[in-house]
């Protein structure tokens, strides 16, 4: 799979720098932009966000992908 760059919530809190087993541990605040298309992840139409609002990818991020 080629590097997403647009991530659902879900995918967001699962692959994201910003959270750690899902619980966020980014800063406190941090600009949120959300825009409606398809996710690159799970190709979900619905709000997505760009990497840097995730924290960017871990940095082992296709392991957690197969961990779903
Ligand atoms: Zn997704």
């Known amino acids: 799979m080629n590097t997403p760059k647009k991530l659902c919530q879900p995918c ?3 692959l994201g720098g910003f959270y750690i087993d899902e619980r966020f541990v980014g800063p406190a605040t941090h600009i949120a932009t959300y825009t409606l298309r398809c996710c690159d992840v799970c190709g979900k139409k619905t709000a997505v ?3 840097n ?3 960017g990818l871990k940095k082992d991020w ?7």
């Open 12 to 14: 967001g809190r699962k």
């Open 49 to 51: 966000g760009d990497l």
């Open 53 to 55: 609002e995730f924290g």
């Open 62 to 68: 296709t392991y957690y992908l197969n961990r779903r």
